[in-house]
Every structure is written in structure tokens, then in C-alpha cells.
């Protein structure tokens, strides 16, 4: 027996005593309120700030709606999809002021994405993996890149990420079918959905578990989830179409997003645009090729960790090579960021580096903060540059130890 441990003394008053057990025993409980309590209220200060995206086009389309409610669905609104468009009806039939509706609808995604990270993160660590999944929570639901976006820009990105992230995870359970359908609520949403594509169409040419047939529940649901306006007499073809318009609608290499070609900015490739736009939808796609041939000839296992870096890389790789990109563009791949640091503690020094660049793009939009896009692109494609090193080695160290491990067991057996 110790007789130098030192002895927890017990308080003499019992209610007191009750109370600090109670909150040591749901200490992780608690911690989780408070800081939905903190999200919550960072948003609720941001509720009546009107963005120049919320002031321009938002509310317009919110009044033009309000005007006919559902019967406005069988014309276009603005540029969004079908989808959202329907949103944005049944908005005016809330009790609740347009800029309200828009980012409490958003607000609502950040709580369900900052949910499904600490699920992933819960199920899929073993060391104090409650206290980590708070923490992804937390990290989630206070990331000023997600309380920005959707409580003060009124902006929805939060809400296809989400159905990307659930995604990926699902394509990494093997659920392959309800990866597709989540995959095509997320494109639904948002056109930016697409960044994720190309982690699916190499998971689908690398494993080989599944039939390309899944492919065409994607565009199955598209038009399941905007029923609503082809029943007001929407054309089926326009709910593909209103993507092709967007992808014309800018005439410029960059969009207030640091990406390599803002290295080049104040040249004069925006004259060209047509040219240029093709070479770099065109350096994309060989880029990405060349990605995927990599690991498929290094055999890269499809583990979790490994799963959301390929989705990571690829999705920042789209947004740092393709033209006409938006600040807000780089949404999902942050999300993908935060997730990873939970596996690789070493890549928070590039999380926080990617987030200041990030940061000051949402500063220089919304409050006009003033910013050197080309230096910010600098620093973005030398953050891009050494995630890519560090991660790929990672993958391919992971998986050298894991065949390794399997030779092992194979002489032990015999």
C-alpha cells in the first residue's frame, strides 16, 4: 500500500458533491452544449449582415418568389438550381425575415456537418476518441471558413459539402449505391459538388467493387430532387443545362481565389480567356491523371486516412488549376483539411497556413479588407505543395507497412 498517494478528500456538503460528480461524469456532454451554445451565438451576432452576394442577388430573388411562392418555379430565378430555387419558395412562407431564412437554412447544415465529423472521427479512432470527436466538432462548427459562409456571407456551401463528406465516408463503408444518391443531392445543390468527382471515378477504376451502372443515379436524383419545378413545366434538360450556363457566365482565369493562375495575375490572359480556360481545364485533368496513375502504380491502400487525402488532394488540385475560380470554391477541400489533422498532427501548420489565405479572401469580399492576390497565391500553391509531398508519402508509408504486415502473418501461418 502507497501510504504517500495523496487522498482525494470528499466535500462535506452533499448537494455540491452531487453536482461536481455529475459534471465530471458527462464532462464531454457538457462540453458539447457549450460549444454548440458558442456557435450558435457567433451566428445570431452575424444575423442581420447583408453581404454584397445577399444584397445583389438573394434577397432580389427572394422578393421575385415571394411575389408568385411556388409558382415561380417555372421560371428561372437567378442562376441557382432548380433545388435551391424551391428553397428559396418555401422560405417565403416562413415567419421569418429573407436574410434570416437564407442563413438559418445554412446554419442547419453547419450543425449537421460538424455532427457527421465527429461520428467520423468517433467511429474511427481508438485513443481518446471522445474527447477527439469533440474536438472535430468544435473544430467544424468554429471554423470561421463555416460560420462566415453561412451566417454572415448567407451563402450555402456548408450545405453540398456536407452531402460530400457523408459521400466519401459512405464510398470508404462501401455502401456504394447510397455514396452515389448522396453524391448527386450534394451536385444538386451545387455545381462545386464536382470537385469530389474525380476521388470517385478513381476509387471506382482502382477497386473495381462496384459497376460504373451506379454512375447514373447521380443524374437520376438530380432530377428526382427538382420535380418540383419539372412539374411547373421546367424542361428535364434545364436542370443539367443551368450548370452549363454557370460555367460561362465568368470570362476570368481567377475569381478572387489565390490559384496558380493568380501567380500570372495582371497579365494578360483575361483577353484570352477562351484560350486559356481550355489550356487549363486541359493541365487539370492531365494533372489529376497523373495523380491517380501514381497511386494506382504504387498499390495505395483504401483505408480511411488514406481515402480522404486522395479526396482532399484531388478536390484542392480542381480549384488550384481550374479557371474562373471563386474564394469560396475551396470550401470542400478545408473541410477535408480538418479532418486529416485528426490522423496527421504534423499538417496543422499547413491547416492554419491554408486557412489565413483563406481568410483573407472571405476579409478582402465581405468587409473589404485589402489583399495581394498574387502573393496569397504564392503562399496557396506552396501550401498545395507541400500537402501533396507530405500526404503522398504518408499513403505510401502506410501502405509498404501494411503489406508488410500481411507478408508476416503469411510466413507466421505457414
Keep these: 500500500m502507497n501510504e504517500n498517494k495523496p487522498k482525494r478528500r470528499t466535500l462535506a456538503f452533499m448537494p455540491e458533491q452531487k453536482l461536481l460528480s455529475f459534471l465530471e461524469k458527462h464532462l464531454l456532454l457538457i462540453t458539447l452544449i457549450f460549444i454548440t451554445a458558442v456557435g450558435l451565438i457567433l451566428r445570431y ?26 409558382q415561380g418555379l417555372s421560371q428561372p430565378v437567378g442562376d441557382y438550381n432548380i433545388l435551391y430555387q424551391f428553397f428559396i419558395a418555401l422560405f417565403t412562407y416562413l415567419p421569418l425575415e429573407a436574410l434570416h431564412a437564407y442563413k438559418l437554412f445554412s446554419i ?5 456537418l460538424a455532427f457527421l465529423a465527429m461520428w467520423i472521427i468517433y467511429k474511427n479512432t481508438d485513443l481518446h476518441r471522445g474527447l477527439k470527436a469533440v474536438i472535430a466538432y468544435a473544430v467544424v462548427l468554429l471554423s470561421p471558413i463555416v460560420f462566415l459562409n453561412s451566417a454572415c456571407w448567407a451563402q450555402c456551401d456548408v450545405v453540398y459539402a456536407y452531402f460530400c463528406v457523408f459521400s466519401v465516408y459512405e464510398m470508404y463503408k462501401e455502401k456504394y449505391l447510397s ?10 445543390f451545387k455545381l462545386q459538388a464536382i470537385f469530389i468527382l474525380p476521388f470517385l471515378l478513381f476509387y471506382y477504376f482502382y477497386s473495381r467493387r462496384f459497376t460504373i451502372l451506379y454512375f447514373l443515379t447521380i443524374p437520376a436524383v438530380m ?15 434545364e436542370v443539367f443545362s443551368i450548370y452549363f450556363n454557370q460555367t460561362s457566365t465568368y470570362k476570368q482565369m481567377t475569381m478572387n481565389y489565390p490559384s496558380f493562375w493568380s501567380v500570372f495575375k495582371g497579365s494578360r490572359m483575361d483577353e484570352h480567356y477562351d484560350a486559356f480556360s481550355t489550356l487549363a481545364v486541359l493541365l487539370t485533368i492531365g494533372v489529376l491523371l497523373v495523380i491517380m496513375v501514381f497511386w494506382m502504380k504504387k498499390r495505395v491502400r483504401l483505408s480511411l486516412i488514406n481515402v480522404l487525402s486522395m479526396t482532399f488532394l484531388l478536390s484542392y488540385t480542381c480549384v488550384m488549376f481550374l479557371p474562373a475560380m471563386h474564394e469560396r470554391y475551396g470550401f470542400i477541400y478545408e473541410i477535408f483539411a480538418l479532418l486529416i489533422a485528426f490522423w496527421y498532427y504534423k499538417t496543422i501548420p499547413m491547416l492554419l497556413l491554408m486557412y489565413a489565405v483563406s481568410l483573407q479572401t472571405y476579409g478582402s469580399f465581405l468587409f473589404g479588407f485589402g489583399m495581394n492576390l498574387s502573393q496569397l497565391a504564392f503562399v496557396n500553391v506552396g501550401v498545395y505543395a507541400a500537402y501533396m509531398i507530405y500526404l503522398n508519402r504518408q499513403m505510401f508509408k502506410e501502405s509498404k507497412e501494411a503489406s508488410a504486415k500481411v507478408v508476416g502473418e503469411r510466413l507466421s501461418a505457414k
Design 223 to 237: 432530377v428526382v430532387l427538382s420535380l418540383p419545378g419539372i412539374v411547373m413545366g421546367r424542361g428535364v434538360f
Design 45 to 70: 451576432a452575424l444575423r442581420d449582415y447583408v453581404s454584397g452576394d445577399a444584397y445583389y442577388y438573394l434577397l432580389p430573388w427572394y422578393n421575385q418568389m415571394k411575389e408568385v411562392g411556388f
Design 108 to 112: 442547419v447544415f453547419d450543425l449537421l
Design 179 to 188: 455514396s452515389m444518391i448522396l453524391f448527386g443531392v450534394a451536385v444538386t
